[in-house]
């Protein structure tokens, strides 16, 4: 099946530091979706992109995807403690039932 | 508006016994996704389900997993004969429609499947 390549898998930090991210496919995706997941909670949905080249901003969060619909970045500008958490990348397929392909995830860690 | 709701948070399971996951979705969604996740992994797709349908269980074991949502109460997803493997995290994400452009997903807080 699909995959996703992120990196970089964990990133330790000093608050107030920018971070970035990115993920990478072997395949096409029409929509690219950045998730942040907590211990012991679901993934909670940060940013969606749907057009190539598209560069969209939530807060201190923007994301990117790519021109060639390949790859995409997530930056956190200004970090605080409250960012941390696991970074997901996900490309929705051009199947029936859409569904998500998940990079690996992303451990960030900000130091005080 | 309550969220996806998922139960139990946590189940404990010994080898070979039943186990019987629950996802309530979001008020007005009759769309509904199954994903997997093991430890230090991402999610996985498992199988998207329509009120009565199933509509792609690509993701699915053969043996041992189904998952069921009716047109009256929560989506099942239903693990028989469990094995120490199925440990892991399996989240329900429910959406109004086919998730697409503007349409997205949204999770539940997962349910905690340990085999002992």
Request: proline residues 5%; contains cysteine.
């Given at each position: ?32 979706l950045w998730y942040k997941q907590d211990p012991g909670e679901g993934p909670v949905l940060l940013i969606a992109l749907y ?62 | ?27 007005g969604h009759s769309h509904v996704y199954w994903y997997r996740q093991l430890p230090e992994e991402g999610l996985k797709f498992m199988v998207y389900l ?67």
């Open positions: 099946g699909q995959q996703l390549n992120q990196s970089p898998q964990s990133m330790f930090i000093q608050e107030g530091e920018d971070v970035s991210m990115n993920c990478t496919s072997s395949s096409i995706f029409n929509t690219w057009k190539a080249g598209e560069l969209t901003s939530n807060g201190r969060l923007t994301a990117q995807f790519g021109i060639t619909r390949k790859d995409s970045f997530l930056n956190i500008s200004a970090s605080i403690p409250s960012d941390v958490g696991i970074y997901f990348c996900a490309g929705q397929e051009v199947t029936l039932s859409e569904k998500l392909v998940f990079g690996k995830g992303t451990k960030l860690t900000v130091n005080p | 508006n309550a969220g996806v709701m998922q139960n139990p948070r946590h189940l404990v399971r010994r080898r070979g016994q039943e186990a019987r996951l629950r996802c309530s979705p979001m008020k329509q009120k009565e349908n199933i509509i792609d269980e690509s993701g699915m074991p053969k043996e041992r997993f189904s998952a069921e949502f009716p047109k009256e109460g929560p989506s099942i997803l239903r693990i028989q004969q469990v094995v120490r493997g199925d440990s892991a995290a399996y989240f329900c994400a429910s959406s109004p429609r086919r998730t697409g452009k503007n349409t997205e997903a949204f999770f539940g807080q997962g349910t905690r499947l340990t085999v002992v």
